[in-house]
């Protein structure tokens, strides 16, 4: 089960406060919820997976076969469509729908977002350069790239030369999220921290992929308390 992910969408930034005072910056993420549209068999394609639908489309924007699709699938029409490998298929049935009880038990998640689109930036917004001096006979280049190319052998610019151009709107993951609280009535995820992407992005969530022994917050709350139970050795 934790082999699947769900798609929520990035409602904006809070805080969350801890009996002991402490301040965390939370991530609030509006989950929906995974429908089964197809159980994927070994048989068939070589691989065991399980097809999931997100989010709600109008009848009037999908394509005839996708229409055809889902009429023959009986299910509504959504808006995206994911396939995840998974081990075993039996616990997956067409129609099953899933919702932020598959993160009941896991303190870490990572994320998958859209950076904030930027536009065209030049070097040093965009790579950080220092850019040129700000005397001496330099003038009006001095957030410019300096020298791209060689002489006459290369004789060209190498592609991936760090240059001006688009920043930003690319996919990002962000790895060990941890999970500061759920609002299963209201669908609602905590996530520590900010994420990438601006609001109402979409934002593809599932099981930490790494093996972490990290302590959550509340764990180090409650190992601070007990530390403060266990009476100290006397000083001889």
């Known amino acids: 089960m934790n082999d699947i992910a769900l798609i929520?969408?990035?409602?904006?930034?809070?805080r969350e406060f801890y009996k002991t005072g402490q301040l965390v910056p939370v991530t609030v993420l509006k989950m929906e919820k995974a429908r089964v549209i197809q159980v994927i068999n070994e048989q068939n394609r070589g691989y065991k997976?399980?097809?999931?639908g997100y989010g709600k489309i109008k009848n009037s924007k999908l394509t005839k076969a996708m229409k055809g699709f889902f009429a023959k699938k009986n299910t509504e029409a959504k808006k995206t469509l994911k396939e995840f490998r998974v081990e075993n298929t039996e616990t997956f049935k067409e129609g099953n729908e899933f919702g932020l009880e598959i993160f009941k038990d896991i303190k870490f998640v990572d994320t998958k977002s859209k950076t904030i689109g930027k536009g065209f930036a030049g070097?040093?917004?965009?790579?950080?350069?220092?850019?040129?001096?700000?005397?001496?006979?330099?003038?009006?280049?001095?957030?410019?790239?300096?020298?791209?190319?060689?002489?006459?052998d290369p004789g060209k610019v190498f592609k991936g030369k760090k240059m001006a151009g688009h920043m930003g709107d690319k996919l990002r993951t962000m790895q060990n999220i941890e999970i500061i609280k759920t609002d299963l009535d209201?669908?609602?995820?905590?996530?520590?921290?900010?994420?990438?992407?601006?609001?109402?992005?979409?934002?593809?969530?599932k099981k930490s992929v790494k093996n972490i022994n990290k302590l959550t917050i509340e764990e180090k709350i409650q190992a601070a308390e007990q530390a403060k139970k266990t009476p100290e050795k006397k000083k001889k």
């Open 123 to 152: 070097a040093m917004k965009r790579h950080n350069f220092g850019g040129l001096r700000a005397t001496h006979g330099v003038s009006i280049s001095h957030r410019s790239h300096g020298s791209t190319g060689q002489r006459q």
């Open 49 to 52: 997976a399980v097809q999931l």
């Open 186 to 205: 209201n669908a609602l995820l905590y996530l520590k921290g900010s994420i990438p992407g601006s609001r109402n992005s979409e934002v593809l969530v």
């Open 8 to 14: 929520g969408r990035k409602i904006g930034m809070t």
